[in-house]
């Protein structure tokens, strides 16, 4: 018998809660409009599933640092479509999904119960599960005079944001990775939502605007499963600071965490090609312009919102109530508590639905 379950020390999973409001909701009688998770629905480009078969006689393990085409394809990806310079090879990790490297990331890089890790107040909520897995402390912050005198040793930062879709800016950033450095705490930049801009430009933590081409201490991770739809190969990686990498590459190769031959193909065929990331980037742009004044004119205030996959919006008020209103209308959204306290008015609307399903939602509104 368990002396004492690892799953005591975390939260209930959020999801598992919504189980009446998900009813309601199927009952529509023109079916559900799920805007919940954010899953992606949208094909898989064919080249990306051409170089997954053609890898798929790969019978030997698959090497944990990432085939050296996928590094390069990285890297050269990151500079074409972020401006990032300066990640060489040994900067690169391929991961299996990234929420499994936010998840163990203060595992891997050994702390414990004596290490403070600072999450933002409102967060995805993986950041603070890794925390608990690790033992470590979480102070959940916002501003830097929130953190005080303390020096933490993992800094989470998430731009643009999941769920607000706030983008910081890059004298934010700068600030963030300057304080962190003169307290030689890490910066674990989530950056999965970067290609997915509308009304702001976000950069990433390694940026020669942020870092000054100086990628120390920071770590940016990366994921394909919204970009090129990819959710379901578990296709990201992590880039930044080698020394870093290095150490987590060690500790992965212990534990076996590798991604499968087949996946780094595939990530490797989708990192070399934007035209099908453009074509899915408008795809969320087009169902977002029918959205978001379909919202508005319910009468939500949409706040943030100005990158990534979700619109953050609010009735003024409890985000039970609010989800229960849409739920009625066959819609189902996530309540903003599951982000944070400071969500609790505030639901989170994905944008992953089909056109026919989106505009299924827009009619739904304004009646």
């Not at 643009?160 to 910081?168: H, I």
């Not at 930044?240 to 987590?248: K, N, R, T």
């Not at 996959?309 to 209308?329: F, H, I, Q, S």
């Amino acid at each position: 018998m368990l002396r004492r379950p690892v799953s005591a020390k975390l939260p209930v999973f959020p999801w598992d809660t919504l189980s009446d409001v998900t009813a309601k909701a199927r009952a529509h009688a023109g079916g559900i409009v799920d805007l919940s998770v954010g899953t992606p629905v949208d094909p898989v480009a064919p080249l990306i599933r051409e170089a997954l078969a053609a890898a798929s006689a790969s019978p030997g393990y698959p090497t944990t640092a990432g085939t050296a085409a996928l590094r390069q394809s990285a890297i050269a990806a990151l500079e074409r479509r972020y401006g990032v310079t300066g990640v060489g090879e040994q900067a690169v990790l391929p991961v299996i999904g990234t929420k499994e490297l936010i998840a163990w990331l203060p595992t891997l890089l050994g702390l414990g119960g004596d290490d403070l890790v600072v999450v933002p107040e409102l967060a995805y909520p993986t950041y603070d599960v890794g925390a608990r897995l690790a033992g470590a402390q979480v102070l959940v912050a916002d501003s830097l005079t929130q953190v005080g005198p303390q020096s933490p040793a993992l800094v989470f930062i998430n731009s643009p944001s999941n769920p607000t879709g706030r983008v910081l800016g890059a004298d934010h950033l700068r600030k963030v990775v300057g304080w962190a450095r003169e307290r030689g705490a890490i910066v674990a930049s989530d950056e999965c939502y970067l290609g997915l801009s509308w009304d702001a430009s976000p950069l990433s933590v390694l940026h020669p605007s942020v870092s000054g081409g100086d990628h120390t201490g920071l770590l940016a991770v990366h994921s394909l499963s919204k970009t090129s739809s990819l959710a379901g190969y578990r296709a990201g990686f992590v880039a930044g600071d080698p020394a870093l990498v290095a150490e987590l590459l060690a500790v992965r190769k212990h534990a076996g965490m590798m991604v499968p031959t087949p996946v780094q193909s595939a990530m490797t065929a989708a990192l070399d090609d934007d035209a099908h990331e453009k074509e899915q980037r408008d795809r969320y742009a087009r169902r977002r312009d029918l959205l978001l004044p379909a919202v508005r004119a319910a009468g939500f205030t949409v706040d943030h919102s100005e990158a990534g996959l979700y619109l953050w919006a609010t009735r003024g008020e409890p985000c039970r109530d609010t989800v229960a209103w849409l739920a009625d209308r066959g819609i189902l959204v996530a309540p903003g508590e599951f982000y944070g306290a400071r969500g609790a008015q505030h639901v989170r609307i994905a944008l992953t639905a089909t056109d026919e399903r989106i505009a299924a939602a827009v009619d739904r509104l304004a009646s």
